[in-house]
């Protein structure tokens, strides 16, 4: 029930754009997405409650595809503080558990 | 202020202790939760906890039990620790169904 990251890892310069995906099995009611820097606590980034809805965030956003039972995040024109590892979460709709996702790894360098 | 805590924040332990972590959080929320982040980094809930249901992942062991004194408080109790028991032990806690915010993890070391 763990959903599917994709993809594991990416390395971008500053200033590329790049897309993370997030893959349930399960219906889904919401899907987080959380940044964890090294050495510290997952920080919250978005929420998405309904299919088709797309949120920003500065130049972070996300979209959720209800029908697919898919997110994906989108980081355009990246920064070096965008790098860390990309979790989304999911809940789903047959039940009451939250999952997290594998995770993606992603650096920005210079 | 710090809104959601954990103590410690590094436990190291022999094989077959009792520990107990403790987290608070300060936000409200009517919600907590727990979950071990292991080395490869996968984050994995344990438990998630309100005041009226207690929703257990099955696959953690029974040596792991939450207990909640109140709304604030979520601590992790965990028997005859083992060698696998070793990772980031993270409390969070939200309002149900909204974004979660975590305290700062606990290593946990069994030696």
């Known amino acids: 029930q763990q959903p599917v990251q994709s993809p594991q890892a990416v390395i971008l310069r500053e200033g590329e754009d790049a897309v993370i995906n997030c893959s349930s099995s399960k219906a889904l009611y919401s899907v987080h997405w959380y940044r964890q820097k090294h050495g510290e606590a997952p920080v919250f980034l978005m929420i998405?409650?309904?299919?088709?809805e797309q949120k920003g965030h500065d130049k972070i956003s996300a979209s959720f595809n209800e029908k697919k039972q898919q997110s994906s995040l989108y980081l355009t024109a990246s920064q070096l503080s965008y790098s860390g590892t990309y979790f989304c979460g999911t809940e789903i709709i047959d039940g009451n558990q939250f999952y997290f996702g594998t995770g993606t790894s992603l650096t920005v360098i210079p | 202020d710090t809104a959601v805590s954990q103590t410690p924040k590094y436990l190291v332990t022999q094989m077959g202790n009792d520990k107990s972590i403790k987290c608070e959080q300060n936000l409200g929320h009517d919600t907590m939760y727990w979950y071990k982040q292991d080395s490869k980094k996968f984050l994995k809930i344990m438990f998630s906890y309100n005041n009226k249901e207690l929703i257990i992942n099955e696959t953690v062991p029974n040596r792991f039990s939450p207990k909640s004194p109140d709304k604030a408080h979520l601590n992790l109790h965990i028997n005859s620790l083992e060698l696998g028991d070793s990772a980031v032990y993270f409390c969070?806690?939200?309002?149900?169904?909204?974004?979660?915010?975590f305290g700062p993890g606990t290593r946990l070391t069994v030696l």
């Open positions: 969070a806690s939200s309002h149900v169904g909204t974004l979660q915010f």
């Open positions: 998405l409650l309904k299919g088709g």
